[in-house]
């Protein structure tokens, strides 16, 4: 049955509403871990590593799209739900253009700075011709990444969510298969995984802009391109969350590189690649599921439909703590057989990440939960609360216990430093949708 976001979902209609959205955030996850599962096998444990070193300044250009992507779904969301139509249409042209404009500066910046930026992330003389090798391909598609990720949520809020399905699935394949076209036939190493990637990419940016200018009508259409400076503000406000959240993601990342060399060298990086690997794809699943609820929650919030906002967010609930149980034990059940796509032959590594993994994963209680929260205040149009959230989620907390917690516990104190931030985050989203959820919003309480 097709529904859109004007619809009003039974706990079933949501779960498969967002199964779309949810399968393309992992499809995208999985573009760099393809490239990770190849490298190791093919290229070594030093070429893996040098991935996560470059791994922050992608999360710069994942986190610019997902700020304009989620921001513009709540506004262009409320004003469906307000019947403000023609306004909705044109404020989607203009952030199609404005995700254009912003990506061709990103992949002119990054690429004319890459070598002393991947220096300054950590690359030693041993990871820095792989660095160069990946880098400079991956970053001069920057453009085509920003365009891409911005249009899952936007498709979402077109009610297109099965053709973004589609259009993201295609693009994986495409990237397995010339990965083991380039890296393995070729024999081209880096160079071909950055290849491979970005071929995915290319082909996820253009086609949302070539569907949108000949498909007409529908539940989102591009209007004129009007400038509207009040709107882009808001997007930006309301996205913020998700952009400190992918930035703060680097940043950590970085952190986490940084203590990681120190303490095993390169062989602690390649393992700390394979553990956030997992991670990047879980929180996949509660992105994915908070992009497909935002718009909805954003419509019928915009519509003044209360009663049904209440069930909404108690059906959200329920679906983010059964897929936790799921999940936490789905990581525990394959742990050995993920690590070992990875590192099957590398002894050291291998025993690393295992140990690490172990300790990591139990960071999952909590994650989903943080996510959704702010995906949640996000829909709402109160990007203070959401940043808040993120910020501390994803920084502050996480900052504080890296550099904390390997002067206590040695290696152990850097895998559990996620698991302690998500706790504490935790009990600060609690507290947030409580205060908000009672007072102001009014999706808690009775009907």
């Known amino acids: 049955m097709k529904k859109e976001i004007s619809h009003t979902f039974s706990l079933g209609q949501l779960v498969l509403f967002s199964l779309p959205a949810v399968a393309m955030l992992m499809v995208t996850s999985l573009y ?21 070193i470059m791994l922050p300044l992608d999360t710069l250009s994942y986190g610019v799209a997902i700020m304009l992507g989620t921001g513009a779904s709540a506004v262009i969301g409320r004003k469906l739900g307000q019947g403000r139509t023609q306004e909705a249409y044109e404020n989607f042209s203009l952030v199609t253009v404005a995700a254009v404009v912003i990506g061709l500066a990103l ?27 990946y880098g400079y391909i991956l970053f001069g598609a920057s453009v085509f990444t920003v365009v891409q990720v911005m249009y899952q949520s936007l498709f979402i809020t077109a009610g ?86 992918n930035l703060a993601a680097g940043v950590t990342t ?36 908070s992009n497909s609820a935002a718009p909805v929650i954003s419509y019928h919030y915009g519509s003044g439909n209360r009663a049904y906002l209440k069930k909404l967010f108690r059906s959200c609930v329920v679906i983010v703590t059964a897929s936790t149980v799921l999940m936490l034990a789905g990581s525990i059940v394959f742990a050995k057989p993920l690590i070992s796509l990875f590192a099957k032959d590398q002894q050291t590594v291998f025993a690393l990440a295992y140990h690490g993994y172990m300790i990591f994963i139990w960071n999952f209680l909590f994650a989903g939960y943080n996510i959704f929260s ?63 959820g009672t007072r102001e919003y009014h999706f808690l309480g009775r009907e």
């Open 32 to 52: 760099t871990a393809v490239d990770g599962v190849f490298i190791a096998r093919y290229v070594g444990s030093d070429a893996l590593s040098a991935i996560n």
């Open 107 to 133: 992949s002119v910046g990054i690429t004319v700075f890459f070598e002393p930026l991947a220096v300054w992330l950590g690359a030693s003389p041993r990871l820095l011709p792989y660095c160069m090798q």
């Open 160 to 245: 297109k969510s099965q053709l973004a399905l589609w259009l993201t699935g295609f693009s994986g394949v495409l990237n397995v298969v010339l990965d083991w076209l380039f890296i393995v036939v070729f024999q081209w190493g880096m160079a071909g995984a950055a290849l491979g990637t970005i071929a995915g990419r290319i082909i996820g940016g253009i086609v949302p802009i070539v569907y949108f200018f000949a498909k007409r009508g529908g539940m989102l259409s591009y209007g004129a391109l009007r400038w509207d400076g009040r709107f882009l503000a808001k997007t930006l406000s309301n996205g913020s969350s998700e952009m400190v959240s």
């Open 254 to 289: 970085l952190l986490f590189n940084l203590s990681m060399m120190e303490l095993s060298g390169e062989d602690g990086v390649a393992a700390m690649t394979i553990v956030l690997y997992t991670q990047f794809v879980y929180t996949a699943v509660y992105i994915g599921f």
């Open 374 to 436: 702010s995906g949640l205040f996000t829909a709402l149009s109160n990007g203070a609360v959401s940043a808040a959230i993120s910020f501390l989620r994803t920084l502050v907390f996480v900052t504080g216990s890296i550099l904390l917690l390997p002067r206590v516990m040695g290696m152990d104190g850097i895998w559990l430093a996620i698991s302690l931030a998500e706790a504490l985050t935790f009990c600060v989203a609690v507290f947030f949708v409580i205060r908000y």
